[in-house]
């Protein structure tokens, strides 16, 4: 059972424009939720993460989104570029009560390619 | 360049042999994983150390023997692998378990290969 669904499995967007990443999952206590970044022969890089009580995180041509009700959350990379073509993957955690998660669940991931 | 280091970057291994894959952090952090990752799909949990001690055992075969000598290494003991065990194998630390001011940071892996 795959407990985080990452869609779509690729994407082409043209410079400039806007990519959308989604990602939905089925664990209603996942209360951490980070996007990874993997170009080829690179292991994966933190993006930028969002916690459930916020529904909105930004961090330059990057946002979050965070629909809890919908348990739904999405990447947008806002003014593409040619540099952002890599691998994406949005995964989820248990935060324990102590603080901190151990592994991550990770969607299956999507190849984006930007054209120039 | 990634602040988690693992050598080698690629190693071919017959089935009969033995190999370790090492990796190391100098950011003084205490938790510290690995990961496996076939072509085209995201990265799986196989192992998590935390201070030095092994926590999490995803089911692991026991073809994969995991050792954190110290706070700053971790191996990943290798011995009779399958073909299918082909690989690239990530190695992953954190300051203490996962959390917003303290992310997991992958190093760039082992790209195994078992004739």
């Known amino acids: 059972q795959q407990q985080v669904k990452q869609s779509p499995q690729s994407l082409i967007v043209q410079k400039g424009g806007i990519s959308i990443i989604n990602c939905a999952y089925e664990?209603?206590?996942?209360?951490?939720f980070p996007w990874y970044q993997q170009f080829p022969g690179k292991g994966p890089a933190l993006l930028i993460a969002?916690?459930?009580?916020?529904s909105e995180k930004k961090e330059g041509r990057f946002t979050i989104s965070f629909n809890k009700s919908a348990k739904q959350f999405s990447l947008h990379i806002m003014d593409s570029q040619p540099g952002d073509s890599a691998t994406y993957f949005c995964?989820?955690?248990?935060?324990?009560?102590?603080?901190?998660?151990?592994?991550?669940?990770f969607g299956k991931g999507t190849h984006l390619i930007i054209q120039p | 360049d990634t602040e988690v280091t693992q050598t080698p970057k690629h190693l071919v291994m017959g089935m009969t042999n033995k190999k370790s894959l090492k990796c190391e952090q100098h950011?003084?952090?205490?938790?510290m994983y690995w990961y496996k990752q076939k072509a085209k799909k995201p990265p799986e949990l196989m192992f998590v150390?935390?201070?030095?001690?092994?926590?999490i055992n995803e089911s692991v075969p026991s073809r994969f023997s995991p050792e954190c000598p110290n706070s700053s290494l971790l191996n990943l003991h290798l011995h009779a692998l399958q073909p299918e065990d082909s690989a690239l194998y990530l190695c992953?630390?954190?300051?203490?378990?996962?959390?917003?001011?303290?992310?997991?940071?992958f190093g760039n892996g082992t790209r195994l290969t078992v004739t």
């Open positions: 992953a630390s954190s300051q203490g378990r996962q959390t917003y001011n303290s992310p997991l940071h």
């Open positions: 664990n209603t206590a996942f209360d951490y």
């Open positions: 150390y935390s201070y030095e001690k092994l926590s």
């Open positions: 969002i916690r459930p009580d916020v």
């Open positions: 995964a989820a955690a248990v935060m324990y009560s102590g603080g901190g998660a151990d592994g991550l669940t």
């Open positions: 950011m003084g952090h205490r938790a």
